[in-house]
Structures are given as structure tokens and as C-alpha cells.
């Protein structure tokens, strides 16, 4: 996790936190600071928050008017992550009544105002909050405190991994904790992937057991072995009807959802038309209709009542591309006179997948008068 990428803000009551505050705020690209209000009006203070305004963040700070636990319920959904620079009982107090889920809440972290100890407190994993430790402490030479079982135990987490994949992870909850459970306890889980990911250098996936073959993966030896086998694919054919009836409960099958699909079509192309088609193309190709991220085409297409049918049947967003963007890519493609000619481009399924997810996984796919190609956005 990359604190570049992180909606952050910094809370602080006292002198010496609003010092570590500014220091810290160099950490990141645009954080925004909460700070009493009574610092922010007293002079001995007034050189250090000066040169903060003067680095262009003078809309970057706010005061903290009133009960901290009342502001702190207003920035909870705010941020991604909330950095208190104070004593960890008064963030316990001021957090407690809007936690929720931690699949969805904030990275919480925790300061001394001396800046010895970074504590990851909150959404350790999924939230980022023990890799946004790992970074602030090392940005202040301070000691990281990290408490999560898998951490401790330098075991990787199949949370981490599902999400490091792109694998959405509510339908997987208890799945999640069982795993986790496993890798701490050292007990044996498989891991295969047969999409294009090289496990091996993921750090999430450390305390798995990977098998880089199918037959391996599901023989009866390793059935036998492992607690847990765990299988990240796109495919749309499950696995567990080839096994003992006793032994399918071992197989989860994770399926990340990170592939975009680029559509070409004739002007009016009957709706139903395109479900049959998307139905035919997913059964050649073996995909799940679940890997689909986004869909996307040229911006002529926006109105396209076959392709918006298509995107709202999957409750996908349909993204459309200017014909300057697709000519900066298309020069990559297979070219077609007859497709310049309708929309102004060579080609359109091809260069919109690739604009979608910088990756063409499958070339394109032509289905009476529709064009389909896949690309794959690459979390790992």
C-alpha cells in the first residue's frame, strides 16, 4: 500500500503532537490535519503552521472544535485512514461507537506524541493499516507495533492475498478468518493459480504451499495433506464436482474481479443478441461472468442500448473512450477498413480493453456483427 494513494488525516491535541503532525505531513502527498483549535490560535506555534500554509496546504488544516469523538465521527467515512498522534485510550473512547466492519473501515493508527511508537490499532489488513505502519515508522525512526496473528507469525493472510488479486472479499468472510486461522496455527494450505501471477514473489501468499499444476494441486495425496486448497481462477467450470464428495468442502475457489471487457458492435444490436453472445463467449473462452470489472467502448457507442443492457444486467460500469484516446493505441491492433470507416478508428474492442487495463488478455472475438476482446488490470 502506498501512502500516495491514501486519503489520510492527521489528528492531534497537544503541542508536541501538532509538532509531529507537520513533520509528519511530509509523509504524504495531501494529507489534512485536525488540530485543537486553541494551537492554532496560540503565537509559539505560529512559525511552524505559517511554513505548513506556505507549502501550498494552507486548505489542508482544520481545527477540532468541541468533543474529539464527535469529529471523528464525521471523518470515519471520510478518510482512508485516520492518524492520531495521542494516547491510545483516547482514540479507543473516541472510535468505538462507529466501528463497524473491517472490511470496511479506515486504517487506524496510533502515535505517542514523542513519535516513538507507531501502533496499526485498526484495519490491519484489508484497511492497510500494518503496511501504512510499516511506512510511517519508518519515516519517523519510530517502532512499529503490529499485533495481527499473521504478522506476528510472518505468515502471509489469505485476506491480503484475495485482495492483493483483486478478489472481493465480503462473499469470503468466513472463509478468510478459517484460512488465516490455519496459516497461524501451521497447519498445511495450498495454494494454485492459474491465471498470470507469479505467486512465488508475492509476500502475501508466504506460509501457502504452491503447486504449479492442476493434477498436483488435486490429487489425492495432497486431499489428504492439506486442511485447505485454495484455487484463484477466471474460470467458469468449478472443480470440486471431479472430487470425493467428502473432500469439496477443502476446495474454495476465489475468482478475482479485475478483468474488463471491450465491446465493438452494428449500430442497434438487439440486446438479447448481446446477452446470447456475451453467454457463448464466456462458455468458449471458460470465464466467469464474476471476473468483470468494468466494459467499455468508443464514446459513439455511449448510447448503445445493447452494450448498456449488457453493463447493467452485471451490474458493471460501462466506460466509453474518445476517438483521439483509441488512435493513441491502436497502431497495437489488428486493423479493419471496414470499422474505420463507421466509428473513425481501426479498431475498437481490442484498443478500449487494453485503454481500460493496460494488459490485453484475449484477443478479439468476433460473434455476428459484435466484437468482444478482454483485458486483465494487474493488482499484483
Not at 464436482?241 to 468442502?249: A, Q
Request: hydrophobic share 45%; proline share 3%; with cysteine.
Amino acid at each position: 500500500m502506498s501512502t500516495e494513494a491514501k486519503k489520510i488525516a492527521l489528528l492531534a491535541l497537544t503541542p508536541q503532537g501538532f509538532s509531529l503532525a507537520l513533520r509528519l505531513s511530509g509523509c504524504f502527498t495531501m494529507p489534512h490535519l485536525y488540530i485543537a483549535s486553541k494551537l492554532l490560535n496560540e503565537t509559539k506555534h505560529l512559525e511552524a503552521y505559517t511554513s505548513f500554509k506556505d507549502e501550498e496546504k494552507a486548505e489542508a488544516i482544520f481545527p477540532i472544535e468541541g468533543r474529539l469523538g464527535e469529529v471523528v465521527g464525521e471523518l470515519f467515512t471520510r478518510y482512508e485512514a485516520l492518524i492520531f498522534i495521542m494516547a491510545t485510550g483516547i482514540v479507543v473512547r473516541s472510535i468505538a461507537p462507529y466501528v463497524q466492519d473491517k472490511l470496511l473501515d479506515p486504517a487506524i493508527l496510533v502515535i505517542d506524541e514523542k513519535g516513538h511508537n507507531v501502533i496499526s490499532l485498526l484495519s490491519g489488513h484489508v484497511g492497510g493499516a500494518n503496511a501504512l505502519t510499516l511506512e510511517v515508522s519508518d519515516y519517523l525512526g519510530a517502532n512499529p507495533v503490529i499485533t495481527t496473528a499473521t504478522d506476528v507469525n510472518q505468515k502471509g493472510a489469505l485476506d491480503l492475498l484475495a485482495q492483493r488479486l483483486g478478489v472481493p472479499l465480503t462473499p469470503i468472510r468466513r472463509q478468510l478468518k478459517e484460512v488465516n486461522a490455519l496459516l497461524v496455527a501451521g497447519e498445511k494450505v495450498a495454494l494454485y493459480s492459474d491465471l498470470q501471477v507469479n505467486l512465488e514473489k508475492l509476500k502475501e501468499a508466504e506460509g501457502f504451499t504452491l503447486f504449479h499444476s492442476l493434477e498436483a494441486f488435486l490429487s489425492e495425496e495432497t486431499l489428504k495433506e492439506y486442511k485447505k486448497l485454495i484455487y484463484i481462477t477466471y474460470k467458469k467450470v468449478g472443480i470440486q464436482d471431479e472430487l470425493p464428495i467428502r473432500e469439496r468442502s477443502k476446495v474454495l475457489k476465489l475468482t478475482p474481479k479485475n478483468l474488463v471487457l471491450g465491446v465493438g458492435c452494428r449500430k442497434d444490436t438487439q440486446p438479447l443478441h448481446m446477452r446470447e453472445v456475451f453467454e457463448a463467449f464466456l462458455v468458449k473462452e471458460d470465464l466467469s461472468k464474476e471476473a468483470f470489472y468494468q466494459i467499455g467502448s468508443i464514446d459513439i457507442k455511449k448510447d448503445e442500448q445493447a452494450i448498456r443492457t449488457l453493463a447493467e444486467d452485471l451490474a458493471l460500469p460501462f466506460i466509453t473512450f474518445s476517438k483521439e484516446a483509441i488512435k493513441e493505441v491502436e497502431e497495437q491492433f489488428e486493423k479493419s477498413e471496414f470499422v474505420k470507416k463507421q466509428v473513425g478508428v481501426y479498431a475498437v474492442a481490442e484498443p478500449v480493453a487494453y485503454l481500460l487495463s493496460g494488459h490485453l488478455l484475449i484477443e478479439k472475438q468476433k460473434y455476428e456483427g459484435i466484437t468482444f476482446a478482454v483485458g486483465r488490470i494487474k493488482n499484483d
